[in-house]
């Protein structure tokens, strides 16, 4: 199995290269932001819940994004592997994936890290914020506040995949196309 984890902050491109990836490599797709805002837009109970952290540019609590993705694991069986996108966002999360893999005998083979400078990912989500309607890309201290839980909780999740000799920074600056150019010669190279 191939199995990716898509990193970087928000704004690095990772739901727009997933698509592309998926496509071309036949993996699933696993966005954690995804699963939550279609739970937020069926009003389901965790979607609530999830929506006073989501609005603050803050973290939903591991237990919730770990159960979630339990379930999307175990309803694929026969898929050629994963692409997780925003997920894990905690090293508690990484861990938890790993044990999950392990399970299924197919580990993560490698993480593909993003990297946008800050200037860059403030315009690109506001941008998509004016096309989206994202409420969290519609106001600028909420994206910062989402920049710095980035920079505190979810970048040690680059270190714990580095000790595995597993992580991989890709330059996420330039034409969409090039940087997918980027991620496809890095994981034929795995
Ligand atoms: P982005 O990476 O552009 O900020 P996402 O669509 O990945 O946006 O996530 C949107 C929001 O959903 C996050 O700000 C957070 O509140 C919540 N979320 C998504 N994934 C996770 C996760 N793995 N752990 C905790 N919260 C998450």
Known sequence: MLNLVLFGPPGAGKG??????????QLVHLSTGDILRSELAAQTELGLEAKKFMEKGEL??????????????DSNTGAKGFIFDGFPRTTAQAKALDKMLEK?????????ALEVEKEEL???????????????????????????????????????YEA???????RGMGSIEDIFGRLCEAIDNL
Do not use: F, W
């Open 16 to 25: 727009t290269q997933a698509a592309k990836l998926l496509e071309k490599y």
């Open 122 to 160: 403030i315009k690109r989500l506001l941008l998509r914020g004016k096309d989206s309607g994202r409420a969290d890309d519609q106001d600028q201290s909420i994206i910062e506040n989402r920049i710095k839980v980035y920079n505190s909780e979810t970048t040690p999740v680059k270190d714990y």
């Open 104 to 112: 299924k005998n197919s580990p993560i083979t490698c993480m593909l």
């Open 60 to 73: 939903v609590s591991d237990a919730v994004v770990i159960g979630m993705i339990e379930g999307k694991i």
């Open 164 to 170: 595995q000799d597993k992580y991989q920074g890709i």
